[in-house]
């Protein structure tokens, strides 16, 4: 195949579609013009210069045959108008006629000096004695004619005939020219509109259709797009009948699964409720008989029933951690703090378990400053460390920090069991424990890695998890930074204050073995306790005493589906007093707290712990009998 000239390969990729086809067309043309004008013009100057030619020998002949009888005769005035008359009729340049001697004996025409050779054509004839007077061959010679063509005649029928060419060539260009672009016009914008639908089929608007006849190659491209854009709209029709079929099945298994979540939190909520209240009364009876009795025997006694109520309280306390989290009652509070001091308290409080476990507790020291919640902070590292004591049988633990940047990663590295890869997820979820099939509630619910999760998100910090079974696990944690200038002194606690002597306390509670338990524990302490079942009795008491109570600790659900937060409000309403209040339940429900916090009450979870009651209803005391400012 030939190869393509560079300088027109260049012209057919820069130039449009359009002018390629017009390059295309006009091109082929151009050369068959040029190769037929320059064919037939030689032609028809060649004819032309034979005419020409022919012309002056059929004068020279004729000459040659008139001129006899004159030359014969002497007639030379007869000789010289034979000449002007052929001039005139062959159109030739000139004429010019010798004697038998060479001697000039007429002339017509364009005079001999101006005639150069070069410039004419030139044809001879001989003249004789016509036949008649003819007495011997060898004395019929009389003379010699010439005859001239002049050349100008030919180079302007030649000038004529390249200027026609010319004009021939121009007018057949322009022709094809206009058919070349009204074809290529057409073309180009049936490929035009076939190019936008395509576009526009990009752009996923696949009800757009060509509208052009299914007629040649073009109209064959056409049909082929609509055909695909049928396709693909019947496609993305069937796609999308899928996608709503699986979004609707998504949507039902969606609201099934938040339904079974909703009934197993209110489940969990009504069983920790349920679970909490006779724990609540027995831990307040053994407060009470704890303060009550002294002898060694039976204090053991009691010890050991404090310490199993004790181990119930921190199940139903992680629920509790849940719940919260879930509802949104917990609000980091951020500043700056050293991590050592964190780690040496961590290491205080597992050093004796891990020792009693014979596991080696590592803590890597670490002089920097963190930028987070210390509280949030400490408690997900002590569910790591618990959870990695727990699960390790040989080696140790370490806590240990890296530098990551402007965060740091505190690790817990054990030396355990391992996480397998398709569980390492699934261990954040509530209730997972891979390695406690009995359940033995020593090792806790499953919910200490779970708590971690929420309090990394609640925090905004990642947690990760590396682990290898058989060869232990790694949890992380990223921290960002803190600054050591705006580390803050801790304030010292205050002595606690004492509780006035005529202060009085409202109760009011359901269960009877509550209000007995907590008649008991104010005994003990000293305070006046009125306990009553419900709003009515508790408004009874209050009048027949005459007095307005200090404090008033309400259990959140009540019978007749009032809850202490309507309780408090009725009494405050009564008395025309903002009267401080407690609420107590053990109910863990998220929206339960979330109601509680909104309305902006202390909320205290049973079983409680007696001291943090004792510290809370003497701090709103003091506050309420503290003397007003200004």
């Known amino acids: 195949m030939k190869a393509v000239p560079a300088p027109l390969g260049r012209l057919l990729r820069l130039s449009s579609f359009r002018s390629r086809m017009l390059v295309i067309a006009l091109l082929p043309a151009l050369l068959t013009e040029f190769g037929m004008v320059a064919y037939f013009t030689r032609q028809a100057l060649v004819a032309a210069e034979a005419a020409q030619h ?154 757009v259709r060509t509208q052009l006849p299914a007629q040649g190659e073009v109209g064959a491209l056409a049909a082929g797009v609509n055909e695909m854009a049928e396709a693909l709209q019947a496609h993305r029709n069937e796609l999308e009948r899928r996608i709503r079929e699986a979004t609707a099945d998504l949507a039902a298994k969606k609201d099934m699964a938040e339904r079974a979540n909703q009934a197993k939190s209110r489940f969990f909520a009504a069983a920790s409720h349920d679970l909490r209240q006779p724990l609540h009364a027995l831990s307040l009876f053994v407060a009470a008989l704890k303060a009550r009795t002294h002898q060694p025997e039976t204090q053991t006694l009691i010890d050991n029933i404090e310490a199993s109520t004790a181990a119930m309280e921190l199940l139903f306390n992680a629920l509790l951690d849940i719940s919260r989290l879930d509802a949104g009652a917990i609000e980091p509070h951020r500043v700056h703090f050293p991590v050592q001091k964190l780690l040496n308290d961590l290491e205080q409080q597992f050093g004796a378990v891990a020792a009693e476990r014979r596991l080696r507790l590592r803590f890597r020291p670490c002089n920097a400053t963190l930028y987070s919640d210390p509280l949030l902070i400490e408690r997900i590292l002590i569910n790591l460390v618990a959870n990695a004591i727990r699960y390790t049988d040989d080696g140790g633990v370490l806590v240990a920090c890296r530098r990551r940047g402007r965060t740091i990663r505190i690790s817990v590295v054990d030396t355990g069991r391992g996480i397998p890869p398709d569980q390492q997820e699934h261990v954040f979820h509530e209730f997972v424990q891979l390695h406690n099939a009995a359940r033995d509630r020593s090792r806790g619910l499953g919910l200490g890695l779970a708590i971690v999760s929420r309090l990394g998100r609640l925090l905004g910090h990642r947690v990760a998890l590396r682990s290898r079974p058989g060869h232990g696990s790694s949890f992380s944690i ?101 009267i401080p209040a407690i609420l107590v339940t053990g109910d863990t429900a998220p929206d339960t707290i979330q109601r509680i916090a909104r309305a902006g009450f202390p909320l205290l979870h049973k079983p409680l712990r007696p001291a943090k009651l004792r510290a809370l209803l003497t701090h709103l005391i003091q506050q309420a009998h503290a003397p007003a400012v200004g």
């Open 54 to 207: 022919a012309r002056a020998a059929d004068a020279a002949r004729h000459l040659s045959v008139t001129l006899g009888y004159a030359l014969a005769g002497g007639d030379l005035l007869r000789a010289q108008a034979l000449l002007e008359a052929e001039i005139r009729a062959s159109q030739i340049a000139f004429a010019h006629l010798s004697d038998a001697h060479g001697q000039s004996v007429a002339h017509a025409g364009v005079p001999l000096p101006a005639a150069p050779a070069g410039d004419y054509h030139l044809h001879a004839a001989d003249v004789r004695t016509p036949p008649a007077d003819l007495v011997d061959a060898r004395d019929g010679y009389l003379g010699r004619v010439e005859v001239g063509v002049a050349t100008d005649a030919i180079s302007m029928f030649k000038r004529d005939s390249l200027a026609h060419a010319t004009l021939l060539m121009l007018g057949a260009l322009l022709l094809t020219a206009a058919l070349a672009w009204r074809l290529s016009n057409r073309l180009a914008g049936q490929l035009r509109h076939v190019g936008q639908v395509v576009g526009r089929l990009a752009r996923d608007d696949l009800t």
């Open 478 to 578: 990223d921290i960002p930074l803190g600054d050591a200038r705006l580390i803050e002194a801790p304030v010292p606690a205050a002595p606690p204050g004492q509780v006035p002597a005529d202060a009085l306390v409202l109760l009011v509670d359901d269960e009877s073995a509550i209000l007995r338990g907590m008649a008991e524990l104010f005994d003990n302490w000293n305070i006046d306790l009125v306990t009553a079942h419900s709003a009515d009795e508790a408004v009874q008491w209050l009048d027949s005493l005459g007095r307005v109570p200090d404090v008033i600790v309400s259990d959140y659900r009540l019978p007749e589906d009032t809850d202490g937060i309507e309780v408090v409000n009725r009494l405050r309403r009564k008395y025309g007093r903002d």
